[in-house]
C-alpha cells in the first residue's frame, strides 16, 4: 500500500464530522479495505446494469472512477480522529494501512465489484491508474446516524432499509461491545446459531426498520404511501433519529436477555424445535413493530410487560413448554392457511397485533390468549 497518499482534509460543519480526501492506485485498493469487505451488505449485491458493463470496460482503458466513500468503525475513530485534528498525516497513513477491518464502504460497492471482477480476469490496471476515496471519520454514533440516514439520503435515491444496512455495517462493532454477548451472524452462516444472542445480520436491520415504521410490512400496493412514510422518517431531526436508535437498543438489549432464558428452557426433548423463536425473522420483526406503536405513548406498560415475560421465562424448568410456544404453533397452523393467505403476512400480523394487545395489557394477559384471541379475530 505504498501508493496510499492524504490529499487533504475538510469538516462537515453541520454534524462536525472530519472527512479525509485521498487517493490510492486501484491495484492496491483491496489492500486498503481487506477481502472482506461485503461480508455484512445485504441489498446492495452486485447489479447486472448496462452502465456497469461500460464503466468495466472504460476501467480497463485506464478511466478514472467517481470517489468512493469509506468509512472509519466508530468504536476506534477517535483514534484516527486526534492524528486528523493535528494534520499528523504520515501517521494517519501508517494507521490506516493497519485498520482494514475497521473500514467499511458507504458509497462505491458496485464499482468496488467491478474492480475485483478485472482483478480475478487477470486484468493489469494501467501504470498510475488512481482511485479516489473519501473517507468519514467520526466517533459520535449521534452524528453518524444523522449523517447516514438524512445527508445521505439527499445524494442519490436511496431506500430506508438500504441506509439502516449502512448505518449497522458501519455501527456493528459498537453495538456488539453495548449489548454484552451479542454476535451479528453473517448472511451466508444464518443457519450456525448454536446459541441465544446470536442474529442474522439483516434480521437486526429489519427489526429497526420495522421499530421506526411501527409495522413489519412494506406496504408493496402503495408505493406512494410508502415513499411519503420514508420521506417523514428522512425529514426528523437529528434528535428523534439518536433517540430511536438509542431506544431500539435498549430493547434489543431486553431482547437478547429475553432470548437467554427461552433458549434455556426449550434446549431439549421435543420443543427443542422452538429454541430459537426469538430468532424468527417474522417474530422478531413483530417484536420492535409492536414496541413502535406504543413506546412514545405507553413505555411503562411495555417495560412491565416484557419484565412480567422475562419472570415467567425465569421460572421456567429446562424441557418445560412455559410460554405454550407449541400452542402457538398450532394457532398459527389454523390461521395461516396457505390456500387463503400469505403465510408470512398472516403470521405477522398474528404475531403484532399479540405483541400489541401484550404490551398494552403490561403482560396481565398472557402470550398464548392474546394469540387465540387474535386467530380469532383472523378467522372472521
Given at each position: 500500500?505504498?501508493t496510499?497518499?492524504?490529499?487533504?482534509?475538510?469538516?462537515?460543519?453541520?454534524?462536525?464530522?472530519?472527512?479525509?480526501?485521498a487517493?490510492i492506485?486501484?491495484?492496491?485498493y483491496?489492500?486498503?479495505?481487506?477481502?472482506?469487505?461485503?461480508?455484512?451488505?445485504?441489498?446492495?449485491?452486485?447489479e447486472?446494469?448496462?452502465?456497469?458493463?461500460?464503466?468495466?470496460?472504460d476501467?480497463?482503458?485506464?478511466a478514472?472512477?467517481?470517489?468512493?466513500?469509506?468509512?472509519?468503525?466508530?468504536?476506534?475513530?477517535?483514534?484516527?480522529?486526534?492524528?486528523?485534528?493535528?494534520d499528523?498525516?504520515?501517521?494517519?497513513?501508517t494507521?490506516?494501512?493497519?485498520?482494514?477491518?475497521?473500514?467499511?464502504?458507504?458509497?462505491?460497492?458496485q464499482?468496488t465489484?467491478?474492480i475485483?471482477?478485472?482483478i480475478?480476469?487477470?486484468?493489469?490496471?494501467?501504470?498510475?491508474?488512481?482511485?479516489?476515496?473519501?473517507?468519514?471519520v467520526?466517533?459520535?454514533?449521534?452524528h453518524?446516524v444523522?449523517?447516514?440516514?438524512?445527508?445521505?439520503s439527499?445524494?442519490?435515491?436511496?431506500?430506508?432499509?438500504?441506509?439502516?444496512?449502512?448505518?449497522?455495517t458501519?455501527?456493528?462493532?459498537?453495538?456488539t461491545?453495548?449489548i454484552?454477548?451479542?454476535?451479528?451472524?453473517?448472511?451466508?452462516?444464518?443457519?450456525?446459531?448454536?446459541?441465544?444472542r446470536q442474529?442474522p445480520?439483516?434480521?437486526?436491520?429489519?427489526?429497526?426498520?420495522?421499530f421506526?415504521?411501527?409495522?413489519p410490512?412494506?406496504?408493496?400496493?402503495?408505493?406512494?404511501?410508502?415513499?411519503?412514510?420514508?420521506?417523514k422518517?428522512?425529514?426528523?431531526?437529528e434528535?428523534?433519529?439518536t433517540?430511536?436508535?438509542?431506544?431500539?437498543?435498549?430493547?434489543?438489549r431486553?431482547?437478547?436477555?429475553?432470548?437467554?432464558e427461552?433458549?434455556?428452557?426449550y434446549?431439549?426433548g421435543?420443543l427443542?424445535?422452538?429454541?430459537?423463536?426469538?430468532?424468527?425473522?417474522?417474530?422478531i420483526?413483530?417484536?420492535?413493530?409492536?414496541?413502535?406503536?406504543l413506546?412514545?405513548?405507553?413505555p411503562?406498560?411495555?417495560?412491565?410487560a416484557?419484565?412480567?415475560?422475562?419472570?415467567?421465562?425465569?421460572?421456567?424448568?429446562k424441557?418445560?413448554?412455559?410460554?405454550?410456544?407449541?400452542?402457538y404453533?398450532?394457532?398459527k397452523?389454523?390461521?395461516?392457511?396457505?390456500?387463503?393467505y400469505?403465510?408470512g403476512?398472516?403470521?405477522?400480523?398474528?404475531?403484532?397485533?399479540?405483541?400489541?394487545?401484550?404490551?398494552?395489557d403490561?403482560?396481565?394477559?398472557?402470550?398464548?390468549e392474546?394469540?387465540?384471541?387474535?386467530?380469532?379475530e383472523?378467522k372472521?
Amino acid at each position: 500500500m505504498n501508493t496510499l497518499k492524504i490529499l487533504g482534509k475538510a469538516t462537515d460543519l453541520r454534524t462536525n464530522t472530519a472527512v479525509l480526501y485521498a487517493q490510492i492506485y486501484i491495484s492496491e485498493y483491496f489492500d486498503l479495505i481487506g477481502e472482506n469487505y461485503n461480508q455484512f451488505q445485504l441489498q446492495r449485491r452486485k447489479e447486472k446494469h448496462k452502465g456497469y458493463k461500460r464503466l468495466k470496460a472504460d476501467l480497463k482503458k485506464g478511466a478514472l472512477l467517481p470517489t468512493i466513500t469509506l468509512a472509519i468503525e466508530p468504536s476506534v475513530a477517535q483514534s484516527f480522529l486526534d492524528k486528523v485534528n493535528n494534520d499528523k498525516f504520515d501517521e494517519l497513513l501508517t494507521q490506516l494501512k493497519g485498520a482494514k477491518e475497521n473500514i467499511y464502504i458507504l458509497d462505491g460497492l458496485q464499482r468496488t465489484h467491478l474492480i475485483k471482477e478485472l482483478i480475478e480476469e487477470g486484468i493489469v490496471f494501467k501504470d498510475g491508474q488512481k482511485l479516489l476515496l473519501e473517507i468519514w471519520v467520526e466517533p459520535e454514533i449521534t452524528h453518524l446516524v444523522y449523517r447516514l440516514i438524512v445527508l445521505n439520503s439527499g445524494q442519490k435515491p436511496m431506500s430506508m432499509r438500504h441506509q439502516l444496512e449502512l448505518l449497522f455495517t458501519t455501527m456493528r462493532v459498537t453495538l456488539t461491545n453495548e449489548i454484552q454477548n451479542l454476535e451479528i451472524l453473517e448472511e451466508k452462516n444464518e443457519s450456525r446459531r448454536s446459541k441465544p444472542r446470536q442474529f442474522p445480520f439483516d434480521r437486526i436491520v429489519t427489526a429497526y426498520h420495522s421499530f421506526l415504521r411501527k409495522s413489519p410490512e412494506i406496504d408493496k400496493t402503495s408505493i406512494v404511501s410508502e415513499k411519503m412514510l420514508e420521506e417523514k422518517l428522512m425529514d426528523e431531526s437529528e434528535e428523534f433519529i439518536t433517540s430511536s436508535f438509542q431506544t431500539f437498543k435498549e430493547y434489543l438489549r431486553k431482547y437478547c436477555e429475553l432470548d437467554d432464558e427461552l433458549y434455556r428452557v426449550y434446549s431439549s426433548g421435543e420443543l427443542r424445535k422452538f429454541r430459537n423463536w426469538l430468532a424468527d425473522a417474522n417474530v422478531i420483526n413483530a417484536f420492535f413493530a409492536a414496541i413502535g406503536k406504543l413506546e412514545n405513548t405507553r413505555p411503562d406498560r411495555i417495560d412491565k410487560a416484557i419484565n412480567l415475560l422475562m419472570d415467567k421465562l425465569k421460572s421456567g424448568k429446562k424441557g418445560e413448554d412455559i410460554i405454550k410456544l407449541s400452542g402457538y404453533s398450532e394457532v398459527k397452523s389454523e390461521v395461516a392457511d396457505p390456500k387463503q393467505y400469505n403465510v408470512g403476512f398472516i403470521t405477522r400480523k398474528l404475531l403484532t397485533v399479540s405483541f400489541t394487545e401484550y404490551f398494552r395489557d403490561e403482560g396481565m394477559t398472557s402470550l398464548y390468549e392474546c394469540w387465540m384471541q387474535q386467530s380469532i379475530e383472523l378467522k372472521k
